[in-house]
């Protein structure tokens, strides 16, 4: 499932698609590239593109849960980071 993520978050982000758009059920591609089993390139691609880590599904699902649930420690800690990182506003002049 991962391979598909790849597949379909790569082109949306070269066209700077929203991040943060959430399906049906509120889940986000960060949620779903960690439940599709993607570890690495892509969730850091979309948290570099500023998605939301704190977001969560309509049953309160998190990308952190799936990491935690799939023992994946390494993303664990990269979405813990994220979900208290600030990012600058956007009329700040970054």
């Known amino acids: 499932m991962a391979i598909h993520c790849c597949k379909r978050c790569r082109p949306l982000l070269a066209q700077r698609a929203d991040v943060n758009a959430a399906d049906e059920t509120k889940a986000t591609p960060l949620i779903g590239c960690v439940i599709g089993g993607d570890y690495g390139q892509v969730n850091s691609s979309l948290l570099d593109a500023r998605a939301d880590a704190s977001m969560h599904?309509?049953?309160?699902?998190?990308?952190?849960?799936?990491?935690?649930?799939?023992?994946?420690?390494?993303?664990?800690?990269v979405l813990k980071k994220a979900v208290v990182h600030e990012w600058p506003s956007p009329s700040a002049g970054n």
């Open 57 to 77: 599904a309509h049953d309160g699902f998190t990308a952190a849960k799936g990491a935690k649930r799939l023992r994946q420690k390494q993303i664990m800690e």
